[in-house]
């Protein structure tokens, strides 16, 4: 490991301010949301399932879950942003199309049974393959939730801190891995288009 990198982690953990000292380092609050949105996680699946699932985000059951992480400092303070119902653009399309939400919720589903961290990249790259207008990033925060040890947490400024370590530019913005960049999600954080 570089120097560089050596030196900006000590002196991120020596931070008492820093997210690793106030969120990540035996946070009991911390602990319960995972727990909280595990569960929220299992009633979303369980509300497409049974069709209860609604043609909006306020009042569904993911609107709970994204509330969830949404209150988990400011890393995650724009998560549930994607998720609101844009009727004019038809995004993100999980309300109004059935074959999309039935494929949102197996999506949940197959991910929060995944016993390993390849099954939960298969099903990335399945539901990316649907094409479904307006999931990104938001998901991968979800799936943060679900296997913090195997999914990262995921937004802008994670993205140009991951830059900045690595003095490169693999990941230019939320979204996709352009395919002239390796095209495949390899060891960088995975997202959805």
Known sequence: ???HLLSIIHQ???DQESVYNT???NNEERLKAFRSIRRGVLQVIED???KRFGNDFKGSSLEFVLSCITEQKQVFEGASHPFYWKPKLRI???YENQSNKIAFGQ????CIHAKNEEQVVKEIEKLDALKIKGLGPAVASILYFLHPTWIPPFNTAIINGFNYLFKDKKIRQ???IPEDQGGHYGHEPPTLQ
């Open 48 to 50: 497409i399932k049974s």
């Open 174 to 176: 939320l979204g996709r």
């Open 1 to 3: 490991m570089s120097d």
């Open 107 to 110: 999506f949940l589903e197959n």
């Open 23 to 25: 969120w990540f380092i």
């Open 12 to 14: 991120y953990k020596n």
């Open 92 to 94: 993100p399309d999980i």
